[in-house]
């Protein structure tokens, strides 16, 4: 029974490292295109500034589809879809696929700043992701 329940703990454990690995993989990419040190403190900075939305001209901020806590789950302000929560402790699963990532802040970034994110604002997301 021992072994049964070890096996199932280091499984659990698997997105979690995996999605560690993905985010190291990025970062190392935004470092060669220039980007400094990482801070999960900026990251969280970001995520609850407010700009101007291109469209509405109201004030949004990734915290008003996703929250202000990153471990809970969010809804599209227009659609309401479900966002499933960005913490990697929270949805692992969720910052495994670095293609899906890259699509994603291309998105949300045009439409919460109004332009794209930066190789240094996505490093500091992603540190903020896996510090929560």
């Given at each position: ?14 997105p ?29 900075g ?12 109201k ?74």
């Open positions: 029974m021992k072994t049964v329940i070890m096996i199932l703990a280091c499984m659990a454990a698997i979690a490292h995996a999605s560690e690995v993905v985010i190291a993989q990025l970062q190392d990419t935004y470092h060669s295109d220039g980007a400094g040190a990482f801070s999960a403190e900026r990251g969280k970001m995520w609850m500034q407010t700009f101007k939305q291109q469209e509405s001209g004030p949004v901020s990734c915290a008003t589809c996703h929250t202000a806590d990153i471990r809970q789950r969010g809804a599209h302000v227009r659609t309401g879809k479900i966002i499933e929560p960005m913490a990697a402790s929270t949805n692992a699963e969720g910052l495994n696929d670095p293609k899906k990532i890259e699509k994603w802040f291309l998105r949300n970034c045009k439409w919460t700043m109004g332009r794209e994110c930066t190789a240094q604002e996505k490093g500091n997301f992603l540190a903020y992701f896996l510090s929560e």
